[in-house]
């Protein structure tokens, strides 16, 4: 897969890195790690790249077949186009119209993330599918019975053979196929990242770099490069939906100094990520710089770093978000690769 997307961007391969994991299958795939980025968290010897294990991850990724009515999937949230989120509506949306109650996290660059949702709740990539599959506002479906229903489909039973050497299926290959998938979705061609590579004609413009000064000035320290997110949790000084009341990552460790904490999401491929925050609040990124530069609340959980506010004139803003711009990935969001399946 990453070789065809590589002759058709010839100067991507010369800036990435392959690290290559021990694997005997000769349909292994290498794990390519961008150029200057640190190493995965996850561990591949535990579950290395095959083209096949890939390939079954996708058909499981679009096939509506893991909700209890078959009528969700995984990519009825997580759209490729709009960087793996939704951009329809606020709060997630399950089987029989069920509203969820929190907005759909952007996919990408999986392999460095050391916990998943907008609460930590999960802290591994092979375990994350089960919790939109049993959630009762999303799939509403056991992994068990998934289990039944792909073993009753002709096709599934064939890819299963082809990824694992046998037909037999199981939770555990149904998670790790997914999480091969999700995996390859890596994102890391925008416009910042020719820059930073040096590629040969790419610059920032002026407001583009007055943009990326501001950036490093008051958002890096959270929204860490190259990934843009430092992975940790942070109250951003959100006033609290009266209607979700959601306390963020308290609701997992019962301590109180996380409360209205919620996990950092990274600001690649932003402009199309929307709408942002936890709950979706905001459709457009004028609106977030407002909070952050009017709106903050203040709290005994409320990040240091946002203490004083963000100070940025209204040119500021016109240069940050010119600069946030230059993060979107079009290589990514229409990977053919990332699609639904056709065969």
Not at 230 to 235: P, T, W
């Amino acid at each position: 897969m990453y070789h065809r997307v590589m002759k058709r961007i010839p100067f991507v391969l010369l800036s990435f890195i392959t690290i290559f994991y021990a694997f005997t299958s000769v349909n292994s795939l290498p794990f390519q790690v961008p150029e200057n980025w640190p190493e995965p968290a996850y561990d591949f010897t535990k579950n290395p790249l095959t083209k096949e294990k890939v390939a079954l991850g996708r058909h499981l990724f679009y096939d509506p077949i893991l909700s209890r009515d078959n009528t969700i999937s995984c990519s009825n949230c997580h759209l490729q186009y709009t960087a793996f989120t939704h951009v329809d509506h606020d709060l997630s949306h399950g089987i029989e119209g069920r509203i969820g109650t929190r907005n759909s996290p952007a996919l990408m660059n999986l392999a460095w993330g050391k916990t998943f949702m907008w609460d930590g709740a999960i802290n591994h990539l092979d375990m994350q599918a089960l919790a939109p599959i049993a959630h009762p506002k999303e799939m509403d479906e056991s992994i068990d019975n998934v289990q039944k229903k792909l073993a009753k489909t002709i096709k599934y039973p064939l890819l299963f053979s082809q990824a694992f050497g046998d037909s037999e299926i199981t939770g555990e290959r149904i998670l790790k196929a997914l999480s091969q998938f999700q995996l390859t979705l890596i994102s890391a061609n925008s416009k910042y990242d020719q820059v930073m590579r040096g590629d040969t004609g790419v610059t920032f413009s002026e407001q583009e770099e007055k943009g990326y000064q501001l950036f490093k000035s008051h958002c890096n320290s959270c929204h860490q490069e190259p990934l843009f997110t430092s992975g940790e949790f942070a109250n951003n000084g959100l006033p609290v939906d009266t209607t979700l009341n959601d306390i963020g990552r308290m609701q997992i460790t019962q301590n109180r100094s996380d409360s209205l904490k919620f996990k950092i999401p990274t600001l690649r491929n932003i402009e199309f990520s929307y709408p942002y925050m936890h709950d979706g609040r905001f459709r457009r990124l004028s609106k977030v710089m407002k909070h952050y530069t009017e709106g903050i609340q203040s709290g005994p959980t409320l990040a240091d770093e946002l203490r004083k506010g963000i100070p940025l004139s209204p040119e500021d803003q016109v240069d940050l978000t010119a600069f946030l711009l230059t993060l979107t990935d079009r290589t990514f969001l229409f990977n053919p690769d990332f699609s639904f399946p056709r065969n």
